[in-house]
């Protein structure tokens, strides 16, 4: 009996192992610019469409020409992986090597610059929507890192507004999402365990607020008119710099050095928390790689040190950490975007390493584990937020949870 029982523990400890939320692994210092391509210029969250390409970017700065691998995941709505075998959701094969790289030309910075799509001859299409992490491993097989992405079935409308909280204390500070969700051809079966959704501001997860349950139900309309559940900071507008030409001075760049690589020296920004909103346009947190010579961004777009400077106010206590947040390094927050306290300068100072481009940025700061977007930008119900919500459904029985719908809107016009 023993020799039975053998067999069969060790199937069933292999299914259950490996089940945890898979986070996205930041990579290291040598991999820079990991962007996802989809519809627009810039990069942005990736969000796609069943059936459209997915494109991966990459530029490894340690001149080696490696060799890279990827792999694909599919997830559930918490991220854990899903229980579909990847014959189901993947046709064709992954564990391939990412063939298409070049090195840079023309640049004092050399990098290999990776480029994965997806179809591709091995990788043919995705054949499920639903959350997805994309990893990228070495020739050693070690990981990289990795990313998330999302692919939605166009199954329902998902109607958005943009309204004022209707909390006084944050009526001048917040935002708040009006959902509506109208499914198309399909009936949603006892929508409160089945229906789940992700509001995300300005393509960032860290602040997504996941899984409001709809209030009630209008014919086959579900309806979500939340105040405190669905309400974001406002925030500030996205400052930003342009340097698509390193040897000169652009918006938003006070002086230019060049030393072993060009170095930009941005103008100081201030502290905005305390001071009166002011339009400003910008594009949300993204960045666009471009350059003056208008030749193939991809390969020759240099890479410049970015230094960034924060002249707090006087009263801020300069013991609080400052980091440089936006998309250019997908939202985290770690060493390599934080500031340095300057005494004799009385100002915040950190430098990063940036392909050239177009780029928004803010600074937030830290306290206890939590990130604060409003401490030095302050919050403002007029900022204009880019928002999309995506709607998930596992039909009772279903064993994964599709995307059935993807909404968007921007707070331009908020109403009371």
Not at 133 to 162: N, T
Not at 328 to 353: C, H, Q, W
Request: aromatic share 14%; with cysteine; proline share 4%.
């Amino acid at each position: 009996m023993s020799i039975k029982f053998i067999p069969v523990f060790i199937l069933f400890f292999s299914i259950n192992i490996g089940y945890g939320q898979l986070n996205e692994v930041t990579p290291p210092d040598f991999i820079k610019t990991v962007n996802f391509k989809g519809s627009t210029p810039e990069t942005q969250l990736p969000v796609l469409r069943l059936g459209d390409p997915l494109v991966l970017e990459f530029d490894a700065l340690n001149g080696n020409e490696d060799d890279y691998y990827y792999k694909i995941q599919h997830c559930n709505f918490d991220w854990t992986p899903s229980i579909l075998a990847k014959t189901e959701y993947l046709d064709g094969f992954d564990n391939q090597r990412i063939r298409n790289y070049e090195n840079s030309y023309n640049t004092l910075q050399i990098y290999s610059h990776y480029k994965l799509t997806v179809p591709n001859q091995f990788t043919r299409r995705l054949k499920k929507s639903g959350n997805y992490v994309i990893s990228i491993f070495d020739s050693y097989d070690e990981l990289v890192f990795s990313r998330k992405f999302m692919i939605y079935e166009d199954r329902a409308d998902v109607g958005l507004s943009l309204k004022r909280s209707r909390d006084i204390q944050y009526i001048e500070e917040k935002q708040r999402v009006d959902i509506i969700i109208a499914p198309r051809g399909m009936q949603l079966n006892n929508p409160m365990q089945t229906v789940k959704t992700l509001v995300v501001q300005n393509n960032n997860l860290n602040t997504a607020i996941s899984n409001l349950k709809p209030q009630y139900t209008v014919g086959n309309q579900l309806i979500y008119k939340y105040d405190i559940e669905s309400s974001f900071w406002g925030g500030n507008e996205y400052l930003y710099f342009e340097n698509k030409d390193v040897r000169a001075a652009s918006n938003g760049v006070q002086r230019i050095e060049l030393q072993d690589l060009y170095h930009n020296y941005l103008f100081t920004n201030i502290q905005r928390s305390n001071r009166p909103y002011t339009y400003n346009p910008d594009i949300n947190g993204n960045y666009l790689i471009t350059n003056i010579n208008n030749v193939d961004v991809s390969i020759e777009s240099d890479y410049v040190w970015i230094h960034f400077s924060l002249r707090p106010n006087p009263d801020f206590d300069t013991n609080t950490s400052v980091f440089v947040y936006g998309n250019f390094n997908n939202y985290v927050i770690n060493e390599s975007n934080k500031m340095t306290y300057d005494p004799s300068g009385r100002v915040y100072r950190a430098s990063i390493l940036l392909k050239q481009g177009f780029y928004n940025y803010k600074y937030v700061t830290l306290d206890d584990d939590t990130i604060n977007e409003g401490a030095i930008g302050g919050n403002f119900y007029q900022t204009e937020n880019n928002y999309k919500v995506l709607v998930y459904y596992r039909d009772l029985g279903g064993r994964y949870d599709k995307i059935i719908g993807l909404g968007e809107a921007s707070s331009v016009n908020i109403s009371n």
